[in-house]
């Protein structure tokens, strides 16, 4: 059996009030967020919200996202991130490092994959979680508790102990006497915007003396997604376009 949830994030303001929700149905979701954060906050919190609530399942666990920084930070860019001590290629810190540590305790030994869906397209999932996670954005906009949702109904009694006791911002500590397990992490995603270039070509950037301007219309799709590339290299969305060049 798999479980398919879909995971989305909200911020009115990016960073401002924002919200986070997981959804699998009417009687299985949750929702939450913050009077200030982003987007990409939001996406990282719905997923490990998500990974906490199904602890202990025996079930492989389908995640749907429209968010690519979720997903690739997740299944592509983690790996180098704690090799270099979560720094980037560029010396400087990973952002949401908490979540993403969060996240890659959560999964270790979980059966998880991940699929990329298109957002405001029409899936019914994606579609559910973006609306809780928007009303929970504009909850805090203005200074009221958010519908939090039923959680995870489905779990046994030992799934809803041990997603009780997992702790909100991070994972718990492992035995250090415990053998490590590697998660089996997969994905659908295709075509990402980039992935492993975004690394190749951090030391190439260098300011022009003589700029000459380009404009460029993008869809509302490609600027959400370049948007996420360059948070999550913390770098400008000029300087994410530079970098294509």
């Given at each position: 059996?798999?479980?398919?949830?879909a995971?989305?994030?909200?911020?009115l303001?990016?960073p401002?009030?924002n919200?986070?929700?997981?959804?699998?149905?009417?009687?299985?979701?949750?929702?939450?967020g913050?009077?200030?954060?982003?987007?990409n906050q939001g996406e990282?919190?719905?997923?490990?919200?998500?990974?906490?609530?199904?602890a202990?399942?025996?079930?492989k666990l389908?995640?749907?996202?429209d968010s690519?920084?979720?997903i690739?930070?997740?299944?592509?860019?983690m790996?180098?991130?704690k090799?270099k001590?979560w720094?980037?290629?560029d010396g400087?810190p990973?952002l949401?490092r908490?979540?993403?540590e969060?996240?890659?305790e959560a999964?270790l030994?979980?059966d998880?994959?991940?699929?990329?869906?298109k957002g405001?397209?029409?899936?019914?999932?994606n579609?559910?979680?973006?609306e809780r996670?928007?009303?929970?954005?504009?909850?805090?906009?203005?200074k009221?508790?958010p519908?939090?949702g039923p959680?995870?109904?489905?779990a046994t009694?030992?799934?809803?102990?041990?997603?009780?006791s997992?702790?909100?911002?991070?994972?718990?500590?492992?035995d250090?006497?415990?053998p490590?397990v590697s998660?089996?992490?997969?994905?659908t995603?295709?075509e990402p915007?980039?992935?492993?270039?975004?690394d190749?070509?951090?030391?190439l950037?260098?300011p022009?003396?003589?700029p000459?301007?380009v404009?460029?219309?993008?869809?509302?799709?490609?600027h959400?997604r370049?948007r996420?590339?360059?948070e999550?290299?913390?770098?400008t969305l000029?300087?994410?376009?530079r970098?294509?060049?």
């Amino acid at each position: 059996m798999t479980i398919t949830a879909a995971a989305d994030g909200s911020a009115l303001g990016n960073p401002g009030p924002n919200g986070w929700a997981w959804y699998i149905d009417d009687a299985n979701w949750a929702a939450g967020g913050s009077p200030h954060g982003t987007n990409n906050q939001g996406e990282l919190r719905a997923v490990l919200e998500l990974l906490q609530a199904t602890a202990g399942i025996s079930e492989k666990l389908m995640i749907e996202c429209d968010s690519r920084y979720v997903i690739d930070s997740v299944t592509k860019w983690m790996p180098g991130w704690k090799r270099k001590g979560w720094r980037k290629s560029d010396g400087g810190p990973v952002l949401n490092r908490d979540l993403l540590e969060g996240i890659d305790e959560a999964i270790l030994g979980r059966d998880v994959e991940f699929s990329w869906v298109k957002g405001h397209a029409g899936h019914p999932l994606n579609e559910a979680a973006d609306e809780r996670a928007n009303a929970a954005a504009k909850a805090y906009q203005a200074k009221q508790e958010p519908r939090r949702g039923p959680g995870f109904t489905m779990a046994t009694d030992a799934g809803a102990a041990a997603a009780a006791s997992a702790p909100i911002a991070a994972a718990a500590t492992r035995d250090a006497d415990a053998p490590a397990v590697s998660p089996t992490i997969t994905t659908t995603v295709s075509e990402p915007l980039w992935a492993e270039a975004s690394d190749l070509l951090d030391s190439l950037y260098a300011p022009v003396d003589d700029p000459i301007e380009v404009r460029l219309a993008l869809s509302s799709d490609e600027h959400a997604r370049l948007r996420d590339r360059a948070e999550a290299q913390g770098i400008t969305l000029e300087e994410a376009l530079r970098r294509l060049i």
